[in-house]
């Protein structure tokens, strides 16, 4: 199978693992997606690091866009590239954060550790309250 | 690129700027995700067998190939490179300290783990 096929089934096989054998129902959630697209910049950034310092490369047979370059970054941006990275890496890595988070989920949902819970952040002086500046 | 120059360390160093991203929300963001450790490990080490898996498979069908120069030159079984293990380990532990800091900040938002009666099911 190429990079591309299993970036693809990976995404839908963990959203299945979420949804159905966890039943965590982390894509349903506000508190998943508004981390997501926290972790989502800081996963163009490092992807962008990885692949344009050409610390790893890709097959062209494999991926959507073209074999890397033996020297020099790849396109930055098209070719099935976004900041310098394969579209696939953002799957594989959705993928990873995903069955991360769910699990997380599911074994606190288990009683494993469930406590002690976050916060409040410093700022704030208990759960329930404002922000105290 | 660039001319500061990581060398074998460049891989790790830009583990170390996701490292560097997250780990203050520990202490902010009161997160507590190092003092639930075991829960941590347990929602590790699944994912990073699958995923370790899933990288000798492609490291081996040749999707993809780093740069020796830029890692650390330690492989495990599979040609599997240690950078890799400590990627697997890295990002989840960011996810999750992301996911929790959150949670920190938006106390009502249900994440699926709270006391059964609480989540609304």
């Known amino acids: ?133 | 690129m660039g001319s500061v120059s990581f060398g074998q360390y460049s891989y790790v160093a830009i583990l170390g700027f996701v490292l560097l991203g997250c780990l203050w929300l520990e202490v902010a963001l009161r997160t507590r995700v190092f003092r639930r450790w075991r829960r941590l490990l347990l929602a590790i080490a699944p994912a990073l067998v699958l995923f370790a898996i899933w990288d000798v498979y492609a490291i081996a069908q040749g999707h993809w190939w780093f740069d020796p120069e830029l890692i650390l030159g330690i492989h495990l079984p599979g040609e599997l490179p240690l950078d890799e293990v400590l990627f697997f380990i890295a990002i989840p532990v960011a996810s999750i300290l992301t996911l929790e800091a959150v949670r920190s900040v938006k106390s009502h938002w249900r994440v699926g783990d709270e006391p059964l009666g609480e989540d609304g099911q």
């Open chain 1, 1 to 133: 199978m190429t990079y591309t096929q299993l970036a693809v089934g990976s995404v839908v096989a963990v959203v299945l693992i979420d949804l159905w054998i966890l039943r965590t129902r982390m894509v349903t959630r506000a508190v998943f997606w508004t981390s997501y697209a926290i972790i989502f910049f800081f996963q163009l950034v490092t992807n962008g690091m990885f692949t344009g310092f050409g610390v790893v490369k890709y097959d062209g047979e494999s991926i959507i866009g073209e074999t890397s370059p033996a020297v020099g970054p790849p396109p930055f941006l098209g070719e099935g590239r976004i900041a310098y990275a394969p579209v696939e890496d953002l799957m594989f890595g959705f993928a990873l954060i995903l069955l991360t988070i769910a699990l997380w989920v599911f074994w606190g949902r288990r009683g494993v550790q469930r406590t002690p819970v976050a916060g409040p952040p410093v700022w704030r002086r208990s759960p329930d309250e404002g922000i105290q500046v």
